[in-house]
């Protein structure tokens, strides 16, 4: 296994779950917190009450893509803040969701009134399947609503991250690294990828899209390997060029350790797996962390800061 560090966390493995997947219920959570090579573990993205979430069929997964439109079908904050029978011996990241900066703010400050929550937050800026779309698809917006949780939530003291969405053209990589450099909360940590939005796939046999919610439109996960890496490049490059100690999460498209190992030639300094844990469930963290061992041994490395990209 390969350690790591995310803001002030500190990880035995770099590989865990991407939000939105195998992480809903206790019995999930649990699962992944008791298998060795799943170094961390993040909740789904909750809201300030339970949330039911869009209709079924919701969900199409195929051994390389996935399309999903959960609609933040979720347990509510509190159950992920007060209901924790995970054990605690592994970082725990809550990922934060809602339909609103005030609903991010009331579910914030009922992480830091708590005081049961000592692990990381992962800031969903991103959500591609409600009405109000994440605030992070425009730098004005994204640049308003950390302004805003700033002023009513002030400093976090947890590990703070932002789930951001794939973007395409080096002005927005720049545009985005200017707002979370610029911004009066402390950002540790960005988590790159999102889900590729408002994609479509076809059920053939009864022509209609394979999901029921939105038309038939939902997040694309699995093969966008491709758009995770350069997105996490793209930041980690920036971040470097201007000495800002922000740390990137890699996700997206993620199936073998040679995947894990290109995100980690990016830059990333920890991987989330998304689409391919919903296929094969937890046992394929220990597959990945093998796979990716013997490439690392094949290439002499023994840490992940060994693993630098020659340009
Ligand atoms: C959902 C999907 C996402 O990609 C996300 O970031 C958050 C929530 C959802 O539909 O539940």
């Not at 692990?119 to 800026?125: A, K, R, S, Y």
């Not at 844990?277 to 690392?296: H, N, Q, R």
Request: aromatic letters at 10%; a negative charge; hydrophobic letters at 35%.
């Amino acid at each position: 296994m390969y350690s790591t560090s995310i803001g002030n966390l500190y990880f035995e493995n770099f590989i865990f779950n991407a939000s939105g997947v195998w992480c809903t219920n206790n019995r999930q959570l649990s699962q992944l917190a008791e298998t060795k090579h799943c170094g961390a573990v993040i909740t789904k993205s909750c809201t300030l009450l339970p949330h039911i979430g869009n209709a079924y069929p919701k969900y199409h997964f195929t051994d390389s893509y996935s399309i999903n439109s959960n609609g933040l079908e979720n347990q509510g904050i509190d159950y992920y803040l007060y209901n924790q029978p995970y054990p605690p011996h592994k970082s725990i990241f809550i990922s934060v969701g809602g339909h609103s900066n005030d609903e991010r703010c009331d579910i914030l400050k009922k992480i830091m009134a708590s005081k049961e929550h000592p692990g990381g937050i992962e800031l969903n800026m991103s959500c591609p399947n409600l009405g109000d779309i994440g605030p992070a698809y425009d730098p004005q917006t994204l640049e308003r609503s950390l302004e805003y949780i700033y002023q009513q939530c002030g400093e976090i003291k947890n590990t703070l991250g932002l789930k951001l969405p794939p973007y395409y053209f080096q002005e927005q990589f720049l545009a985005i690294a200017d707002v979370i450099d610029k911004a009066k909360l402390r950002i540790d940590f960005i988590t790159c990828v999102n889900s590729v939005p408002n994609a479509i796939d076809f059920d053939i046999d009864n022509d209609i899209p394979v999901i029921s919610p939105n038309g038939g439109y939902g997040g694309l996960g699995g093969n966008i390997l491709p758009i995770g890496l350069a997105n996490v490049k793209s930041f980690v490059d920036i971040f470097r060029k201007r000495g800002l100690n922000i740390d990137v999460i890699g996700c997206g498209g993620v199936q073998s350790g040679e995947d894990v190992y290109k995100y980690i030639l990016a830059g990333a300094k920890a991987v989330q797996v998304g689409t391919h844990l919903w296929v094969g469930g937890p046992s394929v963290f220990e597959e990945l962390t093998k796979e990716f061992a013997l490439i690392m041994s094949r290439k002499g490395h023994t840490a992940l800061h060994n693993v630098v990209v020659k340009n």
